[in-house]
Nanobody, 127 residues
């Protein structure tokens, strides 16, 4: 399994970035997908997740209303549109895949529930 994240960079506070994560080596349509981040001196934290079909999404309170997760199953890719960025959003952002455990399962918010991880992309927001 390979998850290739891209789109990170340096942006001023209030700016926007769009992250992408291209997946290969897995049955994409059977995986919930998530974004996590790890800031300087912090542990890995949940950012957003999307269900296998894209109908169900979940967000951390800190990013709700500013970030939007989406997926394109035809391209085996997920996206994270980040608007109104703040310095506290500075982190390495990771995409992850979680095999759907049952037909009615929802994406997990716990990083331990995810099976595969990408290499991360750095997002730096200057004040």
């Amino acid at each position: 399994v390979q998850l290739q994240a891209s789109g990170g960079g340096l942006v001023q506070s209030g700016g926007s970035l769009r992250l992408s994560c291209a997946a290969s080596g897995l049955w994409f349509e059977s995986n919930h997908m998530g974004w996590f981040r790890q800031g300087p001196g912090k542990g890995r934290e949940f950012v957003a997740a999307v269900s296998v079909g894209g109908r169900s999404t979940h967000y951390a309170t800190s990013v709700k209303g500013r970030f939007t997760i989406s997926r394109d199953n035809a391209k085996n890719t997920i996206y994270l549109q980040m608007n109104s960025l703040k310095p506290e959003d500075t982190a390495v952002y990771y995409c992850a895949a979680q095999k759907r455990r049952s037909v009615i399962s929802e994406p997990a918010l716990d990083a331990d529930e995810y099976d595969s991880w990408g290499q991360g992309t750095q997002v730096t927001v200057s004040s």
